[in-house]
């Protein structure tokens, strides 16, 4: 059955340091997302893609890096710049063109997410 | 301005009784659609129920309905026969025109007593 995988489930990072957060899909997926939530403030779009090799930022890029290399996958890095990065970092993906008996409304599929903590 | 208003951090109903989550919304297209989410303690996020503003019929999976008032921007979940595995968060959420990216509200904590 198809679906999206995160790792690690939990993350901790000392100061200073890059960290990578894996997202996998095998839905068949054009468009993957990366959300940032904290307690209280639902969900913040930190980077979206919707084809290979090409990326936006949303609104909270800063301190942040993305890559698209293949359909199935979108790693998240967070960069020594974000000052602030202990929170759930959730993926999704989406089809961009209804069709599909999953996905019919284009919503979102999300992976289980990606706790990161700052030591 | 928020686009997605969820008014109620936190809701409590008992076990088979019916609930509504609130969700008011803002936009000036005329073509959006609004999604339901559910996000238990594990953390994923599960997608409940979609309404498209042209829809004539308010939608309904399983125990899952919305109450889609189109005047009013409002966009309410009704949870029918709440059961203890229903205890979650749930968000609204709104995609417009063109745009394939959703904005999301804050959220509403429910929790289903036995």
Same mark, same amino acid.
């Given at each position: 059955?198809?679906?999206?995988?995160?790792?690690?489930?939990?993350?901790?990072?000392?100061?200073?340091?890059?960290?990578?957060?894996?997202?996998? %899909?095998?839905?068949?997926?054009? +468009?993957?997302?990366?959300?940032?939530?904290?307690?209280? %403030?639902?969900?913040?779009?930190?980077?979206?893609?919707?084809?290979?090799?090409?990326? %936006?930022?949303?609104?909270? +890029?800063?301190?942040?890096?993305?890559?698209?290399?293949?359909?199935?996958?979108?790693?998240?890095?967070?960069?020594? +710049? %974000?000052?602030?990065?202990?929170?759930?970092?959730?993926?999704?993906?989406?089809?961009?063109?209804?069709?599909?008996?999953?996905?019919?409304?284009?919503?979102?599929?999300?992976?289980?997410?990606?706790?990161?903590?700052?030591? | 301005?928020?686009?997605?208003?969820?008014?109620?951090?936190?809701?409590? *109903?008992?076990?088979?009784?019916? *609930?509504?989550?609130?969700?008011?919304?803002?936009?000036?297209?005329?073509?959006?659609?609004?999604?339901?989410?559910?996000?238990? !303690?594990?953390?994923?996020?599960?997608?409940?129920?979609?309404?498209? !503003?042209?829809?004539?019929?308010?939608?309904?999976?399983?125990?899952?309905?919305?109450?889609?008032?189109?005047?009013?921007?409002?966009?309410?979940? *009704?949870? !029918?026969?709440?059961?203890?595995?229903? !205890?979650?968060?749930?968000?609204?959420?709104?995609?417009?025109?063109?745009?394939?990216?959703?904005?999301?509200?804050?959220?509403?904590?429910?929790? *289903?007593?036995?």
């Amino acid at each position: 059955d198809g679906g999206i995988t995160q790792s690690p489930k939990y993350l901790f990072r000392k100061e200073g340091q890059n960290v990578t957060l894996s997202c996998e %899909q095998n839905l068949n997926h054009d +468009a993957m997302y990366w959300y940032r939530q904290d307690p209280g %403030q639902g969900l913040r779009l930190i980077y979206y893609s919707q084809i290979v090799n090409d990326f %936006q930022k949303g609104d909270i +890029a800063e301190g942040y890096s993305v890559s698209r290399e293949k359909k199935e996958s979108f790693p998240l890095t967070v960069t020594s +710049a %974000q000052k602030n990065p202990t929170a759930f970092y959730l993926c999704a993906s989406s089809p961009l063109t209804s069709g599909y008996s999953r996905g019919a409304y284009n919503e979102q599929f999300f992976g289980p997410g990606t706790r990161l903590t700052v030591l | 301005a928020q686009k997605i208003t969820q008014t109620q951090p936190g809701m409590f *109903v008992q076990e088979k009784e019916a *609930v509504t989550l609130d969700c008011t919304y803002d936009t000036s297209d005329p073509s959006y659609g609004l999604f339901w989410y559910k996000q238990p !303690s594990s953390g994923e996020m599960i997608f409940l129920i979609y309404q498209g !503003s042209y829809d004539q019929q308010n939608a309904t999976e399983g125990r899952y309905s919305l109450n889609f008032q189109k005047a009013r921007k409002s966009a309410n979940l *009704v949870i !029918s026969a709440s059961q203890l595995g229903d !205890s979650a968060m749930y968000f609204c959420a709104m995609r417009e025109g063109g745009s394939y990216i959703p904005t999301f509200g804050r959220g509403t904590s429910l929790i *289903v007593h036995p």
